[in-house]
Nanobody, 121 residues
Framework: HVQLVESGGGSVQAGGSLNLSCAAS????????MGWFRQAPGKEREGVAA???????SYVPSVKGRFTISKDNAKNTLYLQMNSLKPEDTAMYYC????????????????WGQGTQVTVS
């Protein structure tokens, strides 16, 4: 039973930082691709970043240079360090896992967490 639990969301002012975490259990964490996604009010969920089992990363253009995805295989935990936050980053942030194509395309991910809210004002 795959379980993903996000934490670390909150409210910050523009220009501030947050570090999101996603604790994973129920599968071989190190062999999976992990991704971060977000959904703003009234908008579709979109990809943010992904990290493959070998540590290679990818980002969507809107967050590149501001966000950093990383993982700690020993702790089965995924992170998203978000710096220079903007009001348009306001959204519910989700982590997800898949064993196949490592991408920021959400349809590739069968496993999802419940999300953590990020609000930037």
């Amino acid at each position: 039973h795959v379980q993903l639990v996000e934490s670390g969301g909150g409210s910050v002012q523009a220009g501030g930082s947050l570090n999101l975490s996603c604790a994973a259990s129920g599968y071989t964490y190190s062999s999976h691709c992990m991704g971060w996604f977000r959904q703003a009010p009234g908008k579709e969920r979109e990809g943010v970043a992904a990290i493959d089992s070998d540590g290679s990363t990818s980002y969507v253009p809107s967050v590149k240079g501001r966000f950093t995805i990383s993982k700690d295989n020993a702790k089965n935990t995924l992170y998203l360090q978000m710096n220079s936050l903007k009001p348009e980053d306001t959204a519910m942030y989700y982590c997800a896992a898949n064993r196949g194509w490592c991408t920021t395309v959400q349809s590739a991910y069968p496993y999802w967490g419940q999300g953590t809210q990020v609000t930037v004002s």
